[in-house]
Structure formats: structure tokens, C-alpha cells
């Protein structure tokens, strides 16, 4: 059975970092597509940033570009979203999601949120 583990959210000046990962466990799976959702209180959840499977094409919303990076990490099947120069405007749970492959099926997981606070 596949599991998604999210952590890496807290509290931080303007201008500091955070690193956002989540760990895929279970047995013999694949990593395809994943990316990450906020949702900041009173608003709706938007993308911020996603990455494919094969080709590893990355985009980002225009909101992050430059500050934010998404990668994964083979080795330890984890998925990860680097935050830099952070604004009080990043303020929000973040979520992230993984499709994964094994023999039996092929489905989007979801992390269980972590929340972000900048303060200005």
C-alpha cells in the first residue's frame, strides 16, 4: 500500500526558506508526475508549481518563478519544493501529489498538508 508523507512547513521571517518534502513509501513503485497546491485562508487552492514524469518538464506559477524550485530525489522517493525569499504573500497550507505506479495500479496520492507562515 502506498503512502505519502508530507512535512517540512513552519514559520518564517520574509526573505527566509523553507523545504517542503514528501516521502512515497510501499512496495515495488514508480514515481510519475507531482507537483504542489497552496491554499491560503478565505481562497481558493492554486497550483504552484508541478514537474512530469519522463521528461521532467517543469512549470511554475508566475507568482513563484525564481523563488521556488520542485525536484525529487530518486533515491529516496521523495518529492520536494524549495522555497526561497519568502513573502507573507506564501502564506498557506501546502499540499503536495504524487502519481504512482505499482503492479496492481496507477493513482495520484495526496500529502495531508503542511502549513507555511511568513511574517512580515
Known sequence: QVQLVESG???VQAGGSL?????????EFS????????QAPGKQRELV????AVVGAISYADFVKGRFTI?????ENTVYLQMNGLEPE??????????VTTQASADTYWGQGT????SS
Do not use: E, K, P
Request: contains cysteine; charged residues 10%.
Open 9 to 11: 512547513g513552519g514559520s
Open 19 to 27: 523545504r517542503l518534502s514528501c516521502v512515497v513509501s510501499g512496495s
Open 31 to 38: 514515481i510519475g508526475f507531482h507537483g504542489w497546491y497552496r
Open 49 to 52: 508549481a508541478s514537474m512530469s
Open 71 to 75: 525536484g525529487r530525489d530518486n533515491a
Open 90 to 99: 506564501d502564506t498557506g497550507v501546502y499540499y503536495c501529489y504524487v502519481h
Open 115 to 118: 502549513q507555511v507562515t511568513v
